[in-house]
């Protein structure tokens, strides 16, 4: 799925574990209560999407774009957050245990 734009799609719901989206436009999309365990989401676009409840344990969004993204509740235990745009986004009640958050 590398490169591709699914913006304003829905993956409510849907297991997407080990999905490899490098660099995907997900702008706007519907990713509430997925399972993206272990997920390649590096550089992808994800502004303003909605992650709310979303489960992304050890997943690496390096270089991502979730800028205005819901990530209430979401669990981002053990993932790579270096260099992610958080500007603007839902942090509510979000599990960070053992993210990386480095900013470059």
Sequence with gaps: ??????????FMFSNLSGV???NC????????????????????????????????????????????????LANLERTNLKGVNFENANLEHANLFGADLEYR
């Design 25 to 72: 436009k997900l702008v706007d999309a519907n990713l509430g209560c997925c399972v993206l365990v272990g997920a390649d989401l590096r550089e992808a676009d994800l502004t303003s999407a909605h992650l709310n409840v979303a489960r992304l344990t050890g997943a690496d969004l390096q270089g991502a774009d979730l800028s205005n993204a819901n990530l209430s």
């Design 20 to 22: 490899r989206a490098v």
């Design 1 to 10: 799925m590398s490169g591709f734009g699914f913006s304003g799609c829905s």
